[in-house]
């Protein structure tokens, strides 16, 4: 297959990250765990935790703004706003047109995009398909997630792992050859079981009963999770990096979905991209679901890891399951 002509890239990106930060030391006085343990499995030392009156769509909001603020446009030229996110603010209605009304893009239309962790790529791809049709020019997308709220604090297998903050990126067409190169993407709904929020759904209505079993909140079977994300995150960056013609020494950074330090170890060696062209940082936020690779785009950017004309790979894996990668030149 021939690489693409590409037709989206990213113009501007932007994150907000909220100032409390809850440390492993903080989690050892909540549940039944270590500092020595978490850092040791995970890679992680703290996460950031919103406060009780900010809620996605207001994290969202203020990443938005930067966003397009560093792309020189006002809101009122969005004509697409794409919002990932697993923590909405309201089942109804969506974050997409809360964030809307927020920051003032009253000219776009707007929808959620619910991949959990894979949802910033598969959002990337509406976007490159949208411009690719010439039905938008401006698409903003906002990864948004609070995952304080749907964590089960009591629940020390998931609790440690996962963090609160908003990454966004404005999508416009490609002018000089830059943008996403070849992307691929898959899911698996039989292996839904694997990390799930049983409860509050049309399926499972709320009672007192499933509130009382915390059936609302985060589920997940840890370890089979990590040896499927494994395979997946490292099959679809091979996938993706054949079909933009790139070879591992090509890619001058890896910014992979961030849950788990031995996860993104593992996958960086199935690319065979050395671990100094990876970017790391959920030490300091731990899992922000879908907002990790934004977060991390925009903070590669500011430290100079990325610029004009650099070859990137994006690799991310989350429920559904879905997964997915991406490369891009910059
Ligand atoms: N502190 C101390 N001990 C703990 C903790 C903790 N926080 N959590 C679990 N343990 C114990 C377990 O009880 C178990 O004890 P036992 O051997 O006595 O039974 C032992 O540690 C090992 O537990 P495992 O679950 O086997 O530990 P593992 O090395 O697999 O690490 C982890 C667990 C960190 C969750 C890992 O499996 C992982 O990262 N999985 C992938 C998670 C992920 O990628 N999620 C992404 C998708 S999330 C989304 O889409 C929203």
Redesign the pocket.
């Known amino acids: 297959m021939s690489p693409r002509t590409p037709v989206a890239r990213i113009a501007a990106t932007s994150r907000y990250l909220p100032e409390r930060v809850l440390t492993n030391a903080d989690l050892e006085d909540m549940?039944?765990?270590?500092d020595a343990?978490?850092r040791e499995?995970?890679g992680i030392r703290e996460r950031r935790i919103a406060d009780d009156d900010t809620g996605a769509a207001a994290m969202g909001a203020q990443a938005a703004c930067g966003a397009l603020q560093k792309a020189g446009l006002s809101a009122r030229d969005v004509d697409l706003l794409i919002v990932s996110t697993?923590t909405p603010d309201r089942l109804l209605p969506t974050t997409s047109c809360a964030i809307q009304a927020m920051i003032g893009a009253s000219r776009c239309f707007a929808y959620d995009l619910q991949a959990?962790?894979t949802g910033f790529l598969y959002a990337l791809t509406m976007a490159e398909g949208q411009i690719a049709s010439g039905r938008a020019e401006n698409v903003l997308i906002v990864s948004t997630e609070k995952m304080s709220t749907i964590v089960d604090w009591d629940d020390?297998?998931t609790c440690?792992?996962f963090g609160d903050g908003a990454g966004a990126a404005v999508v416009q067409p490609s002018t000089n050859g830059e943008g996403i190169l070849s992307s691929y993407h898959s899911s698996d709904g039989s292996l839904a079981e694997l990390?799930t929020r049983p409860a509050g759904g049309a399926a499972l209505a709320l009672t007192p009963e499933r509130l009382r079993r915390r059936e609302h909140m985060?589920q997940?079977s840890?370890?089979a999770?990590?040896k499927a994300?494994v395979k997946a995150m490292a099959g679809a960056s091979a996938k993706a990096m054949q079909a933009a013609g790139l070879e591992a020494d090509d890619i001058d950074l890896l910014v992979p979905h961030q849950?788990?330090a031995r996860?993104i170890e593992a996958t960086a060696r199935y690319a065979r991209v050395p671990m100094d062209r990876v970017f790391v940082n959920l030490h300091r936020y731990g899992?922000i679901?879908s907002a990790t690779i934004p977060v991390g785009l925009d903070e590669a950017v500011e430290q100079g890891r990325i610029g004009p004309g650099s070859h990137i790979l994006m690799a991310a894996?989350?429920?559904g399951l879905t997964w997915g990668a991406m490369a891009m030149r910059w």
């Open positions: 549940v039944d765990t270590s343990w978490i499995r995970t697993a959990a962790c020390r297998a440690i792992l990390i985060l997940m840890g370890p999770v990590f994300a849950a788990n996860i899992n679901s894996f989350g429920a």
